[in-house]
């Protein structure tokens, strides 16, 4: 009875022992044996979770080949995301930051063209933007508003377009210099001689901050171009008017600010200080 069997129903055998086997015994090893397509399909699939969990999060920035702009790109990278540099000049960029690294991209982008160019540029591929732009003072007493305020507001327009929540503002301190009884603030005087720039600062501020986008926005200091002598002093908003930091530090400030969900929804004054004690970011936004 039994060759009759198997010749009428070959699979026979593993109805068999899907009946009586044990559990213990994995009729997997018969599809092994029997089919090695099914054992390579597994591991194709092994194989595309961990590229999934490998992807990098790709970071927008904005002004990547500004002073403070270099530097963010610098530490998105070192820390391991993927960056799109935007930038008005490619050459000049590819010239300033170091072309032969897969994980950087560069893409034309000028924040006063408009939004519908700022997200093409921004694609979908990005998961949040940082805006380091700052105007080149001139002649141009507008420069400030169609570098700081419209252009800022370009970006988080464009943000909204590709459906990108999250977004990080270089502004400065005492852009509220006159709510805070600054308005003699050499300082204060100084930065606004150049078009109100404050003042331009201070309504992008306003706006982001009405937009619904998760944001932090950090006001530094005076901006050094040395490497850091001392440690991050964060403050809230409207409380610092005085004090410098390193633009090294700005930009860790940044980087630091996407990791953590304490920096959300939240504006930060930041100077540097060498008798400040050293802290961890997460207990340096947490405080805010």
Known sequence: MAAPLLLRYPNFHT???????????????????????????????????????KKKKKIFVAGATGSTGKRIVEQLLKKGFSVKAGVRDLDKARASLSSNNPSLQFVKA?????????????????EAVVC???????????????????????????????????????????VNGAAMGQLLNPAYIFLNVFGLT??????????????GINYTIIRPGGLKNDPPSGNVIMEPEDTLSEGSISRDQVAEVAVEALAYPEASYKVVEIV???DAPKRSYHDLFSSI
């Not at 093409?120 to 990005?126: K, N, P, V």
């Not at 507001?153 to 999250?166: I, S």
């Not at 404050?198 to 937009?211: F, H, N």
Request: aromatic share 6%; net charge negative; proline share 3%.
């Open 132 to 174: 380091a732009t700052g105007f080149r003072p001139g002649w141009d007493l507008l420069a400030p508003w169609k570098v700081d305020n419209f252009g800022t507001v370009n970006l988080v327009e464009a943000c909204r377009k590709r459906n990108v929540n999250r977004f990080i503002l270089i502004s400065s301190i005492l």
């Open 15 to 53: 109805l068999l022992l899907n009946t009586v086997a044990p559990k213990s015994i994995s009729v997997v090893n018969f599809a092994n044996v029997e089919g090695s397509e099914i054992t390579e399909q597994v591991e194709e699939k092994k194989e595309e979770d961990l590229t999934v969990k």
């Open 198 to 211: 404050l003042v331009a600062k201070l309504q992008a501020e306003q706006y982001i901050r009405k937009s």
């Open 272 to 274: 540097a200080r060498p």
């Open 110 to 126: 000028d924040v006063t063209e408009g939004s519908d160019k700022l997200a093409e540029a921004i694609g979908d591929d990005s």
